[in-house]
């Protein structure tokens, strides 16, 4: 899962401003989308779920009490039927079902029965399994299960209470195969209280639809279903498409969904083996008030157009303007650095373009700089070069090494070639515009001792540097200058031996590199004048020049002298800076 979050957030960086702005746009209204369905199906839908469900409880209990009453009044006919004087004398006598007891109880039959619309047929059963009936149609009775004890132990416990049951539990048949709802009871001697009968009083469902006629119509539909999940009666699309249902006898009612908008009720009525069940084709927007969808449409809309407007200001006034501006300073990659002449509004792009646009001006003016330093580098490193390979000092040393090929020892004299070479080797350094400070340090040391063949009694040199330090890139011949002023303008002016020390240290963050001579020294007046002296002559200043534009500083030096004394020029270089690569 972290993996696809993170392809994601790879793709969607990758994307350009529109298609970001795009996407968002689509997740927006993705997402207004699923809040209208939200709304719709959890709080619309659910509250008229629930007023639908209230709806119909109420309604099934409805039903449930149009059946109470319908059998309270089959109770009290039964009753009248039991307490008959005529039913009781067939009962107690002797005469089977052709007798005149038998007749007169037919009678009385009929007469309690007259009412009863829905009455199918009336038995009257003796211990023996004897009986007499009247009946509207041809209805079969199975005189085996009349006289299962099984069948018979729930109703003499009732003790002459009634029960209720479908085709009397299995007893009774139709010949059109219609149930009938049986209410079954004993009866009793009203002396000594012991059963001396049973009576049966089959109804056809007409009772039952009674219940729910009123009720019934439109998208709502009503039936009956026993305690098995079978259809006693009940609409013609209940009965086809719910048949044989599941039926939940441990809850007096519940709910079910099916079907879509389709939603069914049960309802287990009590004291009977009876479920009435409804369903309703709900539309749930004829429950929602116009006004409401009005306002849910009126607020739909405006979200909609309050997005393509958001999107269309986006468009207009930060992708659009930001698209063409990247496509101008897209020319900076061919090498133009051209200036942005788009006319933008005065907002946070229009100030990214005039930033962008004064960014050029100090680039260009930056390089100009760069060319101008690169220019005056080249110029200096030029004039050290030629400088230095004027054929003065060349012919002097090669005249002192020609003497000493005379009047000294062969090693000397190689050693004195050996030393020019390297001096110079060292010096052309490949062309190299910085060298290491060692190599640096080596040029003084071969120049001096070039020195010593002709003022070997003039002065001597020391070293004292810090190894550390010894790699640091620096620029090429900027001690070699200040070395060679140090022994022409320094030590041979005074006419006795003197000495020249070259120090090497780190003092806060700078490369310290200390030139000492005990020479004449100079004035604070004329070190002020040598560093103001106009000309092309090479010394002292042109070496400080060219230090302070490698470096792009001009702090990177200090002289300190006492005339008739001596002189120290500390050149203090910054570590890790330099513009001359």
């Known amino acids: 899962m972290k993996t696809k979050l993170q392809k994601l957030t790879v793709w969607f960086s990758s994307r350009k401003l529109k298609q970001k702005v795009r996407s968002l ?3 927006i209204m993705g997402a207004y989308f699923l809040l209208f369905l939200f709304i719709y199906i959890f709080v619309i839908r659910s509250n008229t779920e629930e007023y639908i469900t209230d709806t119909n409880y109420n309604m099934l209990s409805s039903v449930n009490n149009s059946l109470e009453r319908e059998l309270t009044g089959a109770s009290t006919v039964s009753k009248w039927i039991m307490n008959s004087q005529e039913v009781r004398d067939y009962l107690k006598g002797n005469g089977d079902a052709k007798s005149s007891s038998a007749y007169s109880a037919l009678a009385s039959m009929y007469e309690f029965t007259t009412s009863e619309l829905h009455i199918s047929s009336v038995y009257i059963f003796k211990p023996s399994g004897d009986y007499i009936d009247i009946a509207n149609g041809v209805t079969s009775v199975d005189r085996s299960i009349i006289m299962d004890r099984s069948w018979r132990r729930e109703i003499e416990e009732k003790a002459g209470a009634y029960t209720i049951r479908v085709n009397g539990g299995g007893a009774f048949r139709t010949a059109s195969g219609q149930p009938v709802i049986s209410l079954i009871r004993v009866i009793n001697d009203q002396q000594t209280q012991k059963p001396i009968g049973m009576l049966v009083m089959n109804y056809s469902t007409g009772l039952l639809e009674d219940t729910y006629q009123e009720l019934s119509g439109g998208e709502r539909k009503f ?84 997005l393509v407007l958001i999107g269309l200001f986006m468009s207009f006034y930060i992708t659009r303007p930001v698209e ?47 060319v101008v330093k690169e220019t005056a580098i080249q110029q200096a490193e030029i004039e050290v070069l030629q400088e230095q390979i004027k054929p003065h000092f060349l012919y002097n040393t090669l005249d002192t090494i020609a003497y000493l090929a005379l009047d000294k020892p062969s090693e000397e ?58 790699n640091i890139p620096v620029p090429k011949l900027i001690l070699q200058p ?80 006492k005339k008739g004394y001596d002189c120290e020029v500390i050149l203090k270089l910054p570590v890790g800076q330099g513009g001359g690569h």
């Open 25 to 27: 746009f689509i997740i």
């Open 223 to 306: 039936g009956y279903f026993d305690l098995d999940g079978n259809v006693i009666c009940g609409d013609e699309l209940l009965v086809k498409n719910y048949s044989p249902i599941t039926i939940n006898t441990k809850e007096s009612f519940w709910l079910q969904k099916s079907d879509g908008n389709r939603i069914l009720y049960y309802h287990r009525l009590t004291n009977t083996p009876f479920t009435v069940v409804a369903y309703e084709d709900v539309n749930f927007y004829s429950y929602v008030s116009t006004e409401t969808i009005l306002m849910i449409a009126v607020f739909v809309i405006m979200t909609a157009l309050s």
């Open 482 to 561: 200040i070395v060679e002023n140090s022994l022409y303008h320094g030590v041979r002016l005074k006419g006795e031996e003197g000495l020249i020390r070259v120090s090497v240290y780190e003092l806060e963050d700078r490369l310290c590199i200390s030139v000492y001579d005990t020479g004449v020294g100079m004035s604070r007046d004329e070190i002020e004048a040598l560093m103001d002296t106009e000309g092309k002559s090479f010394g002292l200043r042109k070496t400080i020049e060219r230090i302070q534009t490698y470096y792009g500083t001009s702090d990177v030096y200090e002289i300190k002298s």
């Open 324 to 370: 063409r501006l990247v496509q101008s300073m897209d020319d900076v990659k061919s090498g133009w650095f051209k200036r942005v002449s788009l006319k933008l509004p005065n907002d946070e792009i229009g100030h990214l373009k005039d930033s962008y646009n004064n960014m050029l001006v100090e680039i260009n003016r930056l390089i100009e700089e760069l």
């Open 413 to 470: 004299v190689y050693d004195a070639i050996e030393t020019l070479g390297n001096f110079y080797r060292k010096f052309l350094s490949k062309g190299s515009r910085t060298i290491p400070l060692s190599d640096e340090i080596q040029i003084v040391e071969n120049y001096l001792k070039l020195q010593k063949l002709r003022y070997a009694d003039v002065f001597e040199d020391e070293y004292d540097v810090c190894p550390e330090l010894m």
